[in-house]
């Protein structure tokens, strides 16, 4: 078989500022190529015998339907990367583009290579007569742009042209903006979000992540995870839970409503099956709304450094292949894995340099540390591997459905997502307030039923409130007590503080019959499920909180050790005086129960 001739050619270019700014822009190789208005492609991916995949790539160019091999993108965070395509069918047989850059005295140096081989004559034709030329042109305007950007001199990545919206759209979504900023959601950040779904880069909006918006807006994420609810009820936006995949994090089965949730899904990137997990995986994600702005289906690139950001190295080797690479990797915690199946491994790296990163056929080990800078690749395998080293911050931007359900907005707007009949979901810690009235058969008898009901359901109110604001949901009312959840303890803590402090302001204004309220807080696993078409807890979690509230004298907190050892709430428990340590002996379980009582029992 003759060997086609490979065309080569690097492009130089000089940035302003330091390599890490330029990589954020350049090495998000989909914005890039989205930029560039190349097109996106379908990829196919085949599982092989020894535990790789086949990923084929097929798209539409002018008159040409190209199919390709792709392989797996090289690269080590703010240094390089590597893109290579062999092709099956079109004018082109191979195609590689590699990023190099190199820190200098102001900025840095950028070197982009492109290698090119013909599968034809008309390849050849279209590399001689203008291919060089137009990559060129195309991307030296992006790399300019790329410059600015990350100099700080330019708001957007890239001079990107979204499609332009028609009156009748623009009618529309002004009249949503108003629509979420009157329901009281909008937080005044309606018409930002509105400009970013018309105005932004199709990969900002596939999955737009409520998380990420609250940390590039400088805002509170409570207020961006209620703006994009309320961006998806008055539709704005659409939202679907994603289950990640737990090895690569990207979304390999989507759904519309929690009572569509299948139980795992399959990653074919990583070639493994997986479960669901509430608290670690199902995600809530959102996207432009069906007549606001079509998404197109595909891919921009299915591999690329700030696709996954929190993968630092990502890098093939041979069967048997010991490499070593320069790479800046700071003291933190560490996944060690491949690209492939198989094993894994975290780790927690101190000053002293990063361990050699050890690939056998059942494990991944951490080898000693090599000299600063740099980190040792040995694959003791039989088969090619591709080594993947990832920070394990990934999960920062990812609003699980365990969080989410314990929002109040969430809970408000969409009281029909529930799971399906019979179905049930383990969440791995949640936090449980319970309330009560003490006193309420008398408050009955000294108001009359309506006086009474009128008090109750304007205590109701109060405590919703306070809920909201600390980031949780009332999940039920129970005739004259509630049931809360909180994914945090620190944030079902500090609203339990903020009902009892309130509660004599809350007397004041009523003007009626003064209340007291017992109050329970426990933490830890549970089961979320659907009763009386609502999503509820059970489990031994939901009865420990309620027979803590059971404790309560009213006035006071009872809170179990398990929310006093967390570390928010122990903190904010520093300096208190008037804590008890009690034991009793509570339904249902058969120990005695230690718990603590914050606030003198009012009897």
Not at 580 to 599: M, N
Request: glycine residues 8%.
């Amino acid at each position: 078989m003759t060997r086609q001739r490979t065309y080569s050619q690097t492009f130089v270019w000089r940035f302003e500022c330091a390599p890490r700014d330029i990589w954020a822009t350049l090495g998000d190789t989909a914005r890039f190529n989205e930029a560039a208005k190349l097109p996106k492609h379908d990829i196919e991916e085949t599982p092989q015998a020894d535990g790789s995949v086949l990923y084929i790539g097929r798209a539409k160019k002018g008159p040409f339907t190209l199919e390709w091999k792709e392989r797996p993108v090289n690269w080590v965070m703010n240094r390089w990367f590597q893109h290579c395509r062999e092709f099956r069918s079109g004018p082109l047989s191979h195609l590689c583009a590699t990023l190099r850059l190199f820190p200098e005295a102001q900025g840095c140096r950028g070197e982009y290579t492109i290698d090119v081989s013909a599968a034809n004559w008309l390849g050849k034709l279209i590399i001689k007569t203008g291919f060089f030329r137009s990559a060129a042109k195309n991307f030296g305007k992006l790399a300019a742009e790329a410059n600015a950007f990350g100099c700080g001199r330019a708001e957007m990545p890239f001079d990107y042209r979204a499609p332009e919206p028609d009156a009748e759209t623009r009618t529309r979504v002004a009249t949503l903006v108003r629509a979420i900023e009157d329901s009281g959601h909008g937080h005044g950040l309606a018409q930002r979000l509105a400009d970013e779904v018309l105005s932004f880069q199709e990969v900002d909006l596939i999955h737009l992540r409520p998380l990420k918006l609250a940390r590039d807006w400088d805002v509170p994420q409570r207020d961006a995870i209620e703006l994009c609810l309320e961006a998806a009820r008055q539709g704005l936006l659409s939202m679907r839970w994603d289950i990640l995949c737990p090895r690569c994090r990207v979304p390999k089965a989507a759904v519309q409503a929690l009572d569509e949730l299948p139980r795992g899904a399959h990653c074919g990137t990583c070639n493994i099956d997986y479960d669901r997990d509430f608290s670690k995986n199902v995600e809530l994600s959102f996207a432009p709304g069906p007549g606001i702005r079509p998404i197109e289906v595909g891919e921009y690139c299915l591999f690329g450094p700030m696709s996954t950001p929190h993968i630092l190295l990502h890098l093939t080797l041979a069967a048997g292949e010991t490499r070593e690479v320069e790479v800046e990797l700071p003291p933190g915690r560490y996944r060690l894995r491949t690209l492939e199946a198989g094993p894994e491994r975290d780790i927690e790296v101190e000053d002293g340099g990063f361990p050699a990163v050890i690939l056998r056929e059942d494990s991944v080990e951490a080898g000693p540390p090599g000299p600063a800078g740099t980190v040792v690749l040995r694959n003791e395998t039989p088969f090619e591997r591709t080594f993947v080293v990832e920070e394990r911050r990934w999960v920062r931007d990812a609003l699980t459905a365990d969080r989410v359900t314990t929002l109040q907005a969430f809970r408000d707007l969409f009281s029909d997502q529930v799971l399906r009949p019979g179905d049930e979901v383990s969440v791995r810690r949640v936090t449980l307030m319970f309330t009560d009235l003490r006193g309420s058969t008398a408050l009955y008898g000294s108001v009359g039923d309506s006086g009474a009901y009128h008090l109750v359901r304007e205590h109701f109110s109060f405590l919703g409130q306070i809920v909201r604001a600390h980031d949780g949901a009332i999940v039920k009312t129970i005739g004259d007590a509630i049931m809360a959840a909180f994914t945090r303890s620190s944030d079902a803590f500090a609203a339990a503080r903020d009902i009892q402090s309130r509660v004599a302001r809350f007397n004041a204004e009523s003007g009626g019959v003064p209340i007291v309220i017992k109050l329970g807080l426990h933490e830890g696993p549970a089961i979320a499920v659907t009763l009386n078409g609502r999503l509820d807890y059970f489990g031994s979690t939901v009865n420990m909180a309620a027979r803590l509230q059971g404790e309560s004298g009213g006035g006071d907190i009872v809170l179990s050790e398990e929310v006093a050892d967390d570390p928010g709430v122990s903190q904010m428990l520093t300096g208190v005086c008037d804590i008890a340590r009690e034991s009793a002996e509570l339904k249902g379980f058969d120990q005695p129960v230690t718990f603590l009582r914050i606030g003198a029992e009012d009897t």
